[in-house]
């Protein structure tokens, strides 16, 4: 299986303010997907995150909000920006694919970076 | 579109139990089907899966077997443990390389 690190594991941020989540994958990966978790809910997908090529966002998201860099395969950040109190969920990133092995059809994630927003 | 259903929760049972959490899928094509699990104050974990139609996808005593033909992947698990206790996501992925697509969750409450 995969190990994938987030940093951080949790913060707690003032309204208006950034925070960029890092994500490290333990191999070469095709993709990688940043998912979002609110309190009590499932997990919704932000965005893809191409190494090469600018992130491919989901609906209702947008790269102003959640700007991601992918500058190698196994490395990815995700910043929120202007945070509100909204904002406050669970960030995950996982990994969409193993390089040089074919695309596995497994998918795992990172531990999560627990983000509150006052 | 594709999508998951999983049953409301919470579901709440007695150590010993019989568990079943449904799940049901729409995708077009053929699509892989995942159980994950999240522990409380803990990352989501791969507990199983199945790739193709009459899979059966098992892990720590919990099965589930890829239905086609009702375009379902029940979870079950014959006797649950107060350790078992954990929210339980249902997932499909449509194509590989392809994001996982997650029903709503269904969490499970074991009382010894």
């Known amino acids: 299986s995969a190990v994938i690190s987030q940093k951080p594991s949790r913060d707690i941020c003032q309204r208006g303010t950034s925070l960029t989540i890092q994500c490290q994958v333990d191999?070469?990966?095709?993709?990688m997907f940043w998912y979002r978790q609110q309190p009590g809910q499932s997990l919704t997908l932000i965005a893809t995150a191409n190494q090469g090529s600018e992130a491919t966002y989901e609906s209702g998201f947008v790269i102003d909000k959640f700007p991601i860099s992918r500058p190698n395969l196994t490395f990815s950040t995700l910043t929120v920006s202007n945070m509100s109190p909204e904002d406050s969920s669970i960030y995950l990133c996982s990994d969409g694919g193993r390089q040089g092995t074919g695309i596995t059809d497994t998918q795992y994630f990172g531990p999560g970076t627990r983000l509150t927003v006052l | 579109g594709n999508s998951v259903t999983q049953m409301e929760g919470p579901v709440t049972l007695s150590e010993e139990a019989f568990l079943t959490i449904n799940c049901t899928y729409t995708a077009t094509g053929y699509p892989s089907l995942f159980w994950y699990v999240q522990y409380p104050g803990e990352g989501l974990q791969l507990l199983l899966k199945a790739t193709k139609a009459d899979d059966k996808g098992s892990n720590k005593g919990f099965e589930a077997t890829y239905r086609k033909e009702t375009t379902s992947f029940h979870l079950e698990k014959g006797s649950v443990q107060v350790s078992d206790s954990a929210v339980y996501f249902c997932?499909?992925?449509?194509?590989?390389?392809?994001?996982?697509?997650f029903g709503k969750g269904t969490t499970l409450s074991v009382s010894s």
């Open positions: 997932a499909l992925r449509n194509q590989a390389g392809t994001a996982l697509i």
């Open positions: 191999s070469q990966v095709t993709m």
